[in-house]
T-cell receptor
């Protein structure tokens, strides 16, 4: 199957700082990537759809100025949490479909963000 | 958008018994229904999926059924083992713009008691 990586796997930061999370498709090109947030004991909630060469599409209730998404290339999307606060502490997971898998999405390993 | 409901939220079974998890979806345009197993702190792992043109699919101890008319789909795990203990999520894939999005159910914590 296709491989998606994320970096870092975990990060701890102080309140008010910004954190960048990278999502890479290692063996396929991804024109679209998805960013999810998962709070403890909850489901995955889609935050935004990252599109290579165009602006990201954000889900209702997700602040685009706080969660900056840049799809810099066909293999890389980044999510920057700006001015992070403790309530932003969560598990962030990216995923990407391939051109050859029927609707299947391949997930990164996730990034655990803790804001102090 | 799509809305996926999942039941039960917790399920405990004895080792060797069967487990059934049920989901409903709202958008008739959804055409792909994956099931994921997620262990604590890990990524969701695809365990089985079904397309809308198929009513049932089986892979060893795991099976999924789909009723398009009723917008129901279910996961069946037979001969459960302790290592099946995890959180299971259903999802539905529907078109949104040029992409297809996944909407997840709320999850089921399955515990298999030895």
């Amino acid at each position: 199957g296709a491989v998606v990586s994320q970096h870092p796997s975990w990060v701890i930061c102080k309140s008010g700082t910004s954190v960048k999370i990278e999502c890479r498709s290692l063996d396929f090109q991804a024109t679209t990537m998805f960013w999810y947030r998962q709070f403890p004991k909850q489901s995955l909630m889609l935050m935004a759809t990252s599109n290579e060469g165009s602006k990201a599409t954000y889900e209702q209730g997700v602040e685009k100025d706080k969660f900056l998404i840049n799809h810099a290339s066909l293999t890389l999307s980044t999510l920057t949490v700006t001015s992070a606060h403790p309530e932003d502490s969560s598990f962030y997971i990216c995923s990407a479909p391939t051109s050859y898998s029927y609707n299947e999405q391949f997930f990164g390993p996730g990034t655990r963000l803790t804001v102090l | 958008g799509e809305n996926v409901e999942q039941h039960p939220s917790t399920l405990s079974v004895q080792e060797g018994d069967s487990a059934v998890i049920k989901c409903t979806y709202s958008d008739s345009a959804s055409n792909y229904f994956p099931w994921y197993k997620q262990e604590l702190g890990k990524r969701p792992q695809l365990i089985i999926d079904i397309r809308s043109n198929v009513g049932e699919k089986k892979d060893q101890r795991i099976a999924v059924t789909l009723n398009k008319t009723a917008k129901h789909f279910s996961l069946h795990i037979t001969e459960t083992q302790p290592e099946d203990s995890a959180v299971y999520f259903c999802a539905a894939s529907f078109p949104s713009g040029s992409a297809r999005q996944l909407t997840f159910g709320s999850g089921t914590q399955l515990t298999v008691l030895p």
